[in-house]
């Protein structure tokens, strides 16, 4: 266990925030509470590895859970359903941004915390990693004012971060920088950032749609999902917009062929296509303790194939009181693909996939495998780290290396699966949840009014309903605006975030019933806000339609039919007879 903590005799206030602000300083991605039956464990993920961080007895496990479900404006009501809160708060002077997610087990609540960390975003280009050569190239893709580049990879390979570094980049004066993302990471002073919200139909493709018509110079989509998306996004790109996207891919090639496969038309996407900026993340190796040791006879062989020149040294580490486990940080490795025109050609002539692969290959495209290898050699990552983290047998087959599929063989690699990936089922989860939130608090035919807009008063609800019971709350104050603040649908997903975050849904089926609702239905009074209420689409077409009949002479036989008969349409019916 990394931290001990007294909770027989610390508050669990403290307690909590001592977690929240100690697992930041550790530059802890993630912290997760897990319960078991004996205690509840704590684990934080660091350079995304998970640890063993401390043990909480059973005694504190609940108030522990509900302390953190109050400040990140959960239903403390609700423990059999999935939810979903966020914090935002300064505590112990640190600003903590956080997506806190709850889930049930068999062993009671599982939170896990995601904390948000924009240092990297903020530090520029040059602090991400690309060598000089990429780094050159990258320079040189973004500065063309149209065109299409995208960059790819797992979740948590950090592109949101790539991504954010380039547009701080080009945030300036003269350009319009409008984006459509799901959620909104990090807010950029001075770009227009869009946060999409599919329960009222506004997705990527609709957004973008919409930000043509806004005078953009560069507009960024935050992932390309589906093929519309992708459609709008490459005609935008040849019209005279530079465009920026994510798209879950493992490098240049697959890129390409993803897109193709989207149905994308193959001479648009061939003349869109700027670049390719594909990355993984590698952790890096700790400066303080990091020492010298001969290659194999394996490494040796990848290095000369590779690289193309033999490497007889690689650094290795056993760890240190600074890095714990030799470890510290990680580092991206990148390949950068500029599109020339022979891979524009076989773009638009469909040519077949082996020589498109030939092609990207043989173009000055520095690989993965040989981007990892240079920053083995320089010390800034391990062998094992890489053989971890990116494919051989793709390269492999490159480099035409048949000892090396046997050399593999003998070596037990296992292909990291990207320990971040949080990949997110969410539609079901969120609406769900905005169901739930209502149910825990109100009537449900409150919860079907409240879902028309004021989901944020909503949650307000949910927390000041926890503020009345036992938990002492001196942080409340200052979290509950930021609370509320974060409550807006500003948070969806992003690919290094808690994918599916918070976000405030307008459930289908909710607004369905209530448009289905009885005169009698509307009449319910809610607690929760007056503006609840003003806006009953069924009571005015009732009303209006009364008044219309009462002008009519029509018999109400022949009225139309309406799928809204309230109660005083049965009334004037009754009279009638
Ligand atoms: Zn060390």
Not at 181 to 200: A, K, L, R, V
Not at 365 to 374: A, F
Not at 418 to 432: Q, R
Not at 536 to 542: A, E, H, R, T, V
Request: contains cysteine.
């Amino acid at each position: 266990m990394l931290k001990q903590i007294d909770f027989e005799k610390t508050p669990v206030v403290e307690a909590v925030n001592d977690i929240l602000v100690d697992a930041s300083k550790r530059g802890a991605s993630d912290i997760h509470f897990d319960p078991l039956e004996e205690y509840m464990k704590v684990r934080i993920r660091v350079d995304g590895q998970l640890h063993d961080y401390v043990e909480v007895p059973n005694s504190i496990k609940k108030n522990l859970i509900t302390r953190i479900k109050i400040i990140s404006g959960m239903n403390i009501t609700e423990s059999r359903l999935p939810q979903d809160g966020a914090i935002k708060a300064n505590i112990k002077d640190i600003d903590l941004d956080l997506r806190v997610s709850s889930i049930p087990t068999i062993e009671g609540e599982k939170i896990v915390i995601r904390i948000l960390d924009y240092s990297m975003s903020n530090s520029g280009l040059e602090a991400l990693g690309f060598s000089d050569v990429n780094l050159k190239k990258v320079i040189q893709m973004i500065n063309v004012p149209n065109g299409i580049i995208l960059i790819t990879g797992a979740t948590g390979s950090g592109k949101s971060t790539t991504v954010y570094s380039i547009l701080q980049r080009l945030n300036k004066e003269e350009t319009n920088i409008i984006t459509v993302e799901d959620p909104i990471e990090m807010n950029i002073t001075g770009i227009n950032q869009i946060q999409t919200n599919s329960e009222i139909g506004l997705d990527f493709a609709t957004a973008l749609r919409s930000i043509l018509r806004q005078d953009p110079n560069i507009i960024m989509v935050g992932e390309i999902r589906d093929t519309e998306t992708a459609k709008i996004a490459v005609r935008a790109s040849i019209t005279g917009h530079l465009v920026l996207s994510t798209i879950h891919t493992n490098d240049s090639l697959n890129t390409i062929e993803r897109l193709l496969d989207m149905d994308v038309e193959r001479y648009l996407l061939s003349s869109a296509l700027t670049g390719i900026i594909s990355q993984k993340l590698a952790r890096k190796l700790c400066p303080h303790c990091r020492t010298k040791r001969p290659t194999t006879q394996y490494e040796n062989d990848i290095f000369k194939k590779v690289l193309g020149h033999e490497v007889s040294e690689v650094y290795s580490s056993n760890g240190c009181d600074i890095c714990g486990n030799g470890y510290s940080g990680r580092i991206a490795i990148h390949e950068v693909l500029m599109i020339n025109q022979d891979i524009k050609d076989a773009i638009s002539e469909n040519i077949r996939k082996e020589a498109l692969r030939e092609l990207v290959y043989n173009s000055d495209v520095i690989t993965l495998l040989q981007d990892g290898l240079e920053k083995v050699e320089a010390g800034l990552t391990t062998f094992e780290e890489l053989l971890k983290i990116i494919e051989l047998e793709e390269d492999e087959k490159l480099a035409g290396a048949s000892s090396l599929e046997r050399a593999l063989e003998d070596t037990s690699i296992t292909h990291n699966s990207d320990n971040n990936a949080v990949d997110s089922t969410d539609l079901t989860i969120d609406n769900t949840i905005s169901t739930e939130n209502g149910v825990g608090n109100v009537s449900s035919e409150k919860d079907v009014d409240s879902n028309s807009d004021l989901d944020a008063d909503d949650s307000n609800n949910v927390l000041e309903s926890g503020d009345s019971g036992n938990i002492d709350n001196e942080q409340n104050a200052s979290t509950d605006q930021a609370v509320v603040s974060q409550m807006k649908p500003v948070y969806q997903k992003l690919d290094d975030v808690v994918d599916d975050s918070y976000s405030v849904n307008y459930n289908d089926e909710s607004i369905d019933d209530s448009i289905n609702q009885s005169d009698s239905d509307l009449n319910v009074e809610s607690d929760n806000d007056d503006e609840d209420n003003s806006d009953k689409p069924m009571g005015i077409n009732d009303m209006l339609n009364n008044n219309m009949k009462k002008h009519d002479d029509v018999p109400l036989e022949d009225e139309p039919k309406k799928n809204n008969f309230g109660i005083n349409d049965l009334l004037n019916n009754l009279k009638k007879h």
